[in-house]
């Protein structure tokens, strides 16, 4: 049978998931509750096309499950779509092999790596310890931005690595246990919602939500000119701090629905959101609540400047955009900087390798130095593929300031 797009859109819950792999359609409602080891992430893309999301997070061995002889196809396909896309990622194929090949040999572990569990453990308690010591000590501007940058790193290593499926191949129960810590504030359903979009459809308007700043900020052409952008490039960096206080103030505080939420998410809510009431009532309590959001702000401005120069400079938007395969569209709306740098990796949680998350979001991001450094770069210069990361960092939030200005 086949199927329009807007059809497959309507099945779009946790009991009645339909996917869309390389214009085929497949009901992952079953599969995803009794044999996809990575739990419920399917979700945060029902009724979409997936296919970027499906490539780039299995191993290749995965791809056989589509292959009409497979049991998975037997059993999970219900048709096609009408709308078919034009693409070709044998390139794509070629890269994967490589780096999965480079991972074998250099016995590197995708996931499931003790250093960076001990690593989370570690950022656990030197949070939760600042936290108490910026109400408590006499250095309370230290404690302040300590609190901040940790809790940053602890939110990004167990929010990030954990719902991109980094941090555990199927111990389920591994998983919870840390995407707890991002349920207290914030909602791992939903920020799989957005962040996966922006994964499948990087920069492209009206699809990865990550483009959609306006009134406030005008980052791309097909938004349309108004006098309040005219001085974006100054105050832009007064919006960014607020990046954190804007998540924890959404409506992730509230019940997500039922059928969209991966049940076992959805049980932390009530605990997880408790912490959250006596995270912040704590700082009522110590009548010193401007501390906490002075540390907070810090963390915004910290999480969106590592970010937001990785995608929104003026030769990643617009015309600029290839989108012949899934290797080439990122490859022409991501640039990296600081390349190879191990410090710089663990400061930005492998933001500064943003190519290689792309790419390969699953791989822990340990591993993104030597990935970048041994296998993109020599694979790009061999089949003249243009890779942006040849920068520093300071590099690149200059051109983020010049396309501020170019686009206001």
Not at 48 to 76: C, G, R, W
């Amino acid at each position: 049978m086949q199927y329009s797009l807007e059809e497959v859109a309507k099945h779009n819950k946790l009991d009645d998931c339909w996917i869309i792999i390389y214009d085929k359609i497949y009901d992952f409602t079953n599969f995803m509750e009794k044999e996809h080891s990575g739990g419920f992430v399917p979700s945060s893309v029902a009724g979409m096309d997936a296919t970027n999301l499906f490539i780039s997070t299995h191993p290749i061995y995965v791809k056989k499950l589509l292959e009409p002889t497979s049991q998975f196809y037997e059993k999970y396909y219900i048709g096609d779509v009408y709308e078919k896309v034009s693409r070709d990622d044998k390139l794509y194929y070629k890269l994967k092999k490589r780096v999965e090949k480079y991972m074998n040999k250099n016995k590197l572990k995708a996931r499931d790596n003790l250093f960076f569990e001990i690593e989370i453990v570690f950022l656990l308690i030197i949070t939760i310890y600042t936290f108490f010591q910026m109400f408590n000590s006499d250095y309370k501007l230290f404690f302040c931005i300590f609190h901040g940058i940790s809790w940053t790193f602890l939110l990004t290593r167990t929010m990030h690595d954990s719902n991109h499926g980094g941090l555990t191949k199927q111990n389920r129960w591994k998983r919870y246990l840390v995407t707890f810590i991002p349920e207290i504030f914030a909602s791992n359903h939903s920020w799989q919602l957005q962040h996966n979009r922006h994964h499948m459809h990087t920069n492209v308007v009206n699809k990865d939500p990550d483009t959609k700043f306006d009134p406030l900020l005008r980052i791309t052409k097909t938004t349309k000119k108004n006098i309040q952008y005219k001085f974006q490039s100054i105050y832009a960096f007064l919006l960014y701090p607020l990046y954190t206080l804007k998540q924890m103030a959404h409506i992730y505080i509230f019940r997500n629905d039922n059928k969209a939420v991966e049940p076992m998410h959805n049980k932390m809510f009530i605990p997880a959101k408790l912490i959250f009431l006596g995270y912040w009532g704590y700082a009522l309590y110590k009548k010193q609540l401007l501390w906490l959001i002075l540390c907070h702000l810090i963390s915004g401005f910290y999480l969106s400047i590592l970010f937001i120069v990785s995608h929104n400079q003026h030769h990643l938007i617009d015309d600029n955009r290839n989108d012949k395969s899934f290797l080439e569209e990122q490859l022409s709306t991501t640039t990296d900087y600081n390349t190879g740098c191990e410090i710089t990796n663990i400061l930005s949680h492998g933001l500064n390798h943003q190519t290689i998350h792309h790419l390969f979001p699953s791989i822990n991001y340990h591993h993104y130095p030597k990935l970048t450094k041994d296998v993109l770069i020599p694979f790009c210069k061999k089949y003249n593929l243009k890779y942006n990361g040849n920068i520093s960092f300071t590099r690149a939030v200059l051109t983020h300031i010049e396309t501020l200005k170019n686009l206001s």
